[in-house]
């Protein structure tokens, strides 16, 4: 059980949360959920040790475990070794009893020594361990053939991978998780998933990733009012109780306000008069009709309205043998036909070729074989998984768009930044100051500027928060374009996609129908294990 008493934090003034007081107890699994700049991964970092609160206390099980962000601080170590450590217990008898073996000559004392380290291996279950461990990496993408690597030759989201491995193992009696689904695609999300609906201990995890929120946990703890507040039920549930409570509250109030009207009327009418022992009751009343304070909620939501000056001819793309690949063929011979106003998820592992296909599509790269036809009127706007180099650095947000459209408005471009969260002095922001989410927010300010009828989105969620991915599913839906899209967001594609595009099984499949019957067909999974 992890226990937070009175706990307050802010930072340059900014008050997180003030005087917070809850306990997570086992067998539970929270969401921590509030908008950008709320104190979610602050909070997390509290939980973990790792800050300290201005005020409060927080009591921790001896044996938690913590997703660790930096990727880079095994670099010298094998993939399977990083895992092990993830039980220090275990890892450290395992190297102490390593030292001692080297040894030429082993006295009496480290006899004795070596007994006690055994009786730690195996209390902790040493002697399964490296299984254990390559369990917990197969099962999120990370193959047998790399666990003897060092993780200086791993990618990065593989590094991030290994890492969550690391969380996971050694049975923790409390996990703490912040955004443990990026860089995963949608098969280990889904693997992942599994696994701690499993979990018996205390989990507490930060999610930008809707579904998987829904299919993991059992409460919500949700900072926003300067305030945590936890709610029974998965994040939609929580979503709706607080609405509620708001609206109720929001009715008590007005009921109140009507009431105090009435009786500060009574009161100004007759305080003169003959009644005066009724204006002194009512005087009472009023002193005891007190509206409840409601702060303003931290959330913000885009609205994202994608338009198109013009639409393209019905046949938007049509695919013939196309084929490419680098050391080896990533689709081979692929054919297809893509129809104004389809929405088309591209799904699929991580590596194996998703954004060559969007990058191949646009022409940044050449097919090794085929042809790819881009429709009648077809104008295309693309947005790359990595977006920060394509955005210069030397001007603003509001400069960027103007030099995009110089015959666009200031009211146009004031409107579209507004609309995404730039407000005020904020549109005039340097772009070298933008953060992730604010550089992705920026692009969609400017697909929504140019209005091509062709959207190539490579994970557009990348970075987002939850209201700003559901705006984007929403913005989606509504376009009246065509949409050719990579996401591991699995509710992104349950709302947008009508049409997938899978890499599984070596090849490329092409499936008319929605993400939950594509998933019916292949068992649940997309790749086979």
Not at 372 to 379: F, S, V, Y
Not at 396 to 408: E, G, K, R, V, W
Request: proline share 4%; net charge negative; with cysteine.
């Amino acid at each position: 059980m992890i226990q937070v008493q009175d706990v307050t934090k802010a930072f340059a003034g900014k008050k997180l949360f003030e005087s917070v007081s809850t306990t997570f107890p086992p067998g539970r699994r929270y969401g921590l959920t509030g908008p950008n700049g709320a104190g979610k991964s602050t909070f997390m970092q509290i939980l973990a040790g790792e800050l300290e609160p201005d005020t409060g206390v927080i009591s921790r099980p001896k044996r938690f475990s913590v997703l660790k962000q930096d990727q880079y601080a095994f670099e010298a170590r094998k993939v399977l070794d990083v895992v092990l450590m993830g039980n220090a217990a275990l890892w450290e008898a395992m190297q102490e009893k390593e030292r001692l073996l080297a040894k030429p000559d082993l006295t009496d004392e480290d006899g004795a020594r070596l007994g006690e380290l055994e009786g730690v291996i195996a209390e902790e279950d040493g002697y399964s361990a490296e299984a254990q461990a390559a369990t917990l990496l197969e099962g999120l993408g990370i193959y047998e053939s790399d666990h003897p690597r060092l993780m200086k030759e791993m990618a990065g989201g593989n590094k991030v991978r290994v890492l969550l491995a690391q969380a996971l193992f050694g049975k923790p009696t409390a996990l703490l998780l912040d955004e443990p689904t990026n860089s995963l695609d949608l098969d280990s999300i889904h693997w992942l998933e599994d696994f701690l609906l499993q979990y018996e201990g205390t989990l507490v995890v930060i999610s930008h990733d809707r579904h998987f929120l829904n299919a993991i946990c059992t409460h919500i703890a949700d900072i926003d009012y300067e305030t945590i507040i936890t709610y029974g039920g998965n994040y939609d549930e929580m979503v709706r109780a607080k609405g509620q409570v708001r609206s109720r509250i929001e009715a008590e109030n007005a009921d109140k306000m009507k009431k105090r009207a009435q009786l500060q009327e009574f009161v100004a009418r007759f305080s003169a008069g003959t009644r005066a022992s009724q204006v002194q009751s009512r005087i009472k009343q009023l002193e005891k009709l007190s509206v409840t304070d409601l702060k303003k909620s931290n959330i913000a939501r885009p609205f994202i309205k994608f338009e198109q000056k013009r639409p393209s001819g019905k046949q938007t793309l049509t695919i013939e043998g196309l084929t490419k690949g680098f050391d080896r063929a990533l689709f081979e011979g692929f054919s297809a036909l893509v129809t104004k106003g389809e929405k088309v998820a591209v799904v699929g592992r991580n590596g194996v070729g998703k954004t060559t296909l969007l990058r191949t599509l646009i022409g940044e790269l050449e097919p090794d074989a085929g042809k790819i036809t881009w429709g009648h009127e077809a104008q295309v706007g693309y947005m790359p998984q990595d977006v920060k180099p394509i955005i210069p650095t030397n001007t603003t947000c509001f400069d960027y768009l103007h030099d995009i459209d110089p015959s666009a408005g200031n009211e146009e471009i004031r409107g579209l930044l507004g609309r995404m969260l730039f407000r005020g002095d904020e549109g005039m922001k340097p772009t070298s100051a933008l953060s992730g989410g604010e550089a992705v927010r920026l692009l969609f300010c400017k697909l929504m500027l140019t209005k091509p009828n062709v959207l190539v989105l490579d994970e557009p969620t990348n970075h987002l928060d939850l209201e700003s991915i559901s705006a984007l599913g929403e913005g989606l839906v509504n376009y009246p374009g065509t949409v050719v899209f990579v996401a591991h967001d699995r509710d992104l594609i349950d709302t947008a996609a009508t049409r997938i595009l899978a890499f599984h099984h070596g090849g490329l499949e092409d499936f008319a129908g929605d993400y939950e019957t594509f998933l019916e067909k292949h068992g649940g999974f997309i790749d086979a294990r």
